[in-house]
């Protein structure tokens, strides 16, 4: 009777056939740090020595440009979408901003302001927009329009200074 085998015993060596590797005979790649294009180098058989620099550099500027669709575009929606987003109702944007200004006025502690507001049912979000909007300290994010507004005011505040001397 044949002599029974287990599995765990049995060793399996599986290869792909040589030629399937890829590997060339007689290899241009000398891996001395200088992309020779004589011999036949290029960035697909000796990527030691040819740096693929064209394509990182097109794939950079993608990102950059990427980037600055992403910023435009969450500039915009903060400045135009944001404060109805927090806010479904204009007139509870009134409420809590009028709230805000009085509680203010009357010198009541921000702090306790603010634990006010939450047990009323704002939430903190809703609280620091409005804080912030109330006090003139805007929110969102930096506006690159808004720089080059700002240097065009002070231009402008430049030379009504030179008027009056």
Known sequence: MPEKIDAADLVLFISPKFEDLGVEEGA???????????????????????????????????????????????SWWYETKYESYLFKNRQDLANITLFISNALNKGLPEKEMRE????????????????????GIKMGMPSLRAGIRKKKKERE???????LN
């Open 116 to 135: 006010k507001l939450k047990k009323a049912g704002w939430t903190g979000e809703q609280i620091e927009y409005a804080v912030n909007k109330v006090k």
């Open 28 to 74: 241009v790649c000398n891996v001395n740090g200088k992309c020779e294009p004589e011999i036949g180098e290029n960035s697909k058989n000796c990527r030691q020595d040819c740096k693929p620099l064209k394509t990182g550099i097109f794939l950079f500027v993608i990102l950059i440009v990427f980037v600055f669709i992403a910023y435009f575009f969450l």
């Open 157 to 163: 505040a430049g030379k009504k200074v030179d008027i």
